[in-house]
């Protein structure tokens, strides 16, 4: 295989036209994305659904979300200002999910910060089937067991290899773990992709985090290989990151051009910059 040889590098990209193919789906099917989220960010979410293709609609009354999500294409439930009522209401709405094959897209905001999260993230997942579980570095490691740190939100780091904890994760949990930061790990313990798109901005907003929630519940929608779908879906969020960066002069300025830029996003753009590798 001389294409393998080069100086010894052997790193396989995904083919541009997966991630462009899934972002033309969700253009065309405009999936429904029901949220059960955080009062800090839900209208970033509305909204950067909308960006992606998608629909959003925001519904957590447990009288309602049985009904809701019937009509959804994916389901997000984001643990960023939890209460006991919507616990009740991610579980009805989870049980519901499954019971119609919706996938489910777990968000564990802040999990180990407190008892409340990291107890809820933990039944959440021994409950419910989740399709895909996407935090930050912190978040996942301590999901994997193996050692993450979480102070309010934010990631404080993880004690080992980031390739391994988030496979660790996955293999626990049998989920897609889906793991940000300035390289993105996704994997379903057997695959993993790395996903080399988008700019160190996109760390200095509030809400970033959430929105790849969405976008990964958008790009699930309309697939069937959820792995494949989480890598698509943060490598068209950090293309847009890539491209808003280049119009911003600080961080609200980053963010009116991000939600922009990811709406502008063309699939062939996406082909043409997606920067997914399969170790
Ligand atoms: N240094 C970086 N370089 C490139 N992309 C980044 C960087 N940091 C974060 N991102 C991107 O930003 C998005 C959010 O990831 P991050 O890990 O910052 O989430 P988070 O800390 O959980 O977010 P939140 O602010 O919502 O709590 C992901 O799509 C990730 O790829
Ligand atoms: C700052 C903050 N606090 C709870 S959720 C949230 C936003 C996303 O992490
Ligand atoms: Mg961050």
């Known amino acids: 295989m001389p294409g393998n040889m080069n100086k010894g590098i052997s790193a396989r990209f995904m083919n541009g036209a997966i991630p462009a193919a899934l972002l033309a789906a969700v253009r065309s099917g405009r ?10 960010t839900i209208n970033d979410c509305a909204n950067i659904t909308i960006c992606t293709g998608a629909a959003p609609v925001m519904a957590e009354a447990p009288e309602e979300v049985a009904e809701m999500v019937a009509a959804a294409g994916a389901l997000v439930l984001n643990i960023g200002t939890l209460s006991a009522t919507q616990v009740d209401a991610m579980l009805i709405a989870g049980r519901r999910a499954n019971e119609l094959g919706i996938p489910v897209v777990l968000d564990p905001v802040g999990v180990g910060a407190t008892r409340f999260r990291t107890e809820t993230a933990q039944r959440i997942l021994d409950t419910l089937d989740v399709a895909v579980l996407k935090g930050n570095a912190g978040e996942i490691g301590v999901l994997a067991g193996t050692g993450g740190s979480v102070r309010g939100v934010d990631s404080g780091g993880i004690a080992g290899d980031p ?4 496979r660790e994760c996955a293999h626990l949990t049998g989920t897609v773990v889906s793991m940000t930061g300035a390289v993105d790990v996704v994997t379903d313990d057997s695959r993993v992709f790395l996903v080399r798109n988008g700019n160190p901005a996109m760390d200095r907003l ?14 699930v929608a309309v697939a069937d290989d959820y792995a494949v779908a989480s890598a698509a879906a943060l490598a068209a969020f950090g293309r847009a990151g890539e491209r808003a960066a280049l119009e911003a002069r600080g ?8 939600f922009d830029e990811l709406a502008a996003l063309t699939p062939d753009d996406l082909a043409g910059h997606a920067r997914i590798e399969e170790r």
């Open 251 to 258: 961080p609200y300025s980053f963010r009116t051009a991000l």
């Open 206 to 219: 509030s809400g970033t985090g959430c929105m790849a929630s969405s976008i990964t519940a958008a790009f």
């Open 163 to 166: 390739i391994e904890t988030a």
């Open 31 to 40: 999936p429904l994305i029901h949220h059960i989220t955080n009062s800090v």
